[in-house]
Structure formats: C-alpha cells, structure tokens
Nanobody, 123 residues
Framework: QVQLVESGGGLVQAGGSLRLSCAASGLTFNNYGMGWFRQAPGKEREFVASITWNSDTTNYADAAKGRFTISRDNAKKTISLQMNNLKPDDTAVYYC????????????????WGQGTQVTVSS
C-alpha cells in the first residue's frame, strides 16, 4: 500500500518561510519522480515544483521560481519543499505526488497522491 504523508504546513505571515515534507512508503522510491501541487479554495489544482528520481532535474512553476526549493532524500524516502518569502497568494492545500519514472508538470501523470497539508499566509 503506497502512502504519501505531508507535514509542515501551518499559518505564517507574509514574507515568512515554511518547509513542507513528504514521507513515502510502499513504493520503490527511486523509480519515481516527485512533485508538489497546490489547490486554493475555488481554484483548480496547480503544479508547484517537481524533481526527478536522482535530483538531476527540477521544475518550478513561475510563481515558485526564486522562492521555493524542492529536494529529496532517497535514503529516507522523503521530499521537501522549502518556501521562502511567502505571499498570501500561496495560501492553499499542498499535495505531494509520485510519477513513475518522470517528474512532469501535469497532475494527470502522477499516480499517487498524499492527503495534503494546509498552508495559510496572512497579510
């Protein structure tokens, strides 16, 4: 049984930082690219960042570039998203997801999903 469990969300003021983590189990972690997506109230789920199995390639949404950093630790089967200079528009539920062999930007290619962690940025 594959499980992805996010943690690290919370309430932060604008300009602050948060570090999200996602722990994976039940899958051969090295065979998966990993991604972060988010969904704000009333909006569709959107891509945030992704990382290939060996960390050689990362992708970021324009809104995340320069502020967010994705990383992974294959030994611990975890990924992280360091979010700096947070803005109220970053308020959303953040999900980690696993895509077989790749690390694209389309949610439809991701096979496994976590339950999400809430990030709220106050102005």
């Amino acid at each position: 049984q594959v499980q992805l469990v996010e943690s690290g969300g919370g309430l932060v003021q604008a300009g602050g930082s948060l570090r999200l983590s996602c722990a994976a189990s039940g899958l051969t972690f090295n065979n998966y690219g990993m991604g972060w997506f988010r969904q704000a109230p009333g909006k569709e789920r959107e891509f945030v960042a992704s990382i290939t199995w060996n960390s050689d390639t990362t992708n970021y949404a324009d809104a995340a570039k320069g502020r967010f950093t994705i990383s992974r630790d294959n030994a611990k089967k975890t990924i992280s998203l360091q979010m700096n200079n947070l803005k109220p528009d970053d308020t959303a539920v953040y999900y980690c997801a696993a895509e077989p062999m790749n690390a694209g930007t389309s949610s439809s290619r991701y096979l496994y999903w976590g339950q999400g962690t809430q990030v709220t940025v106050s102005s």
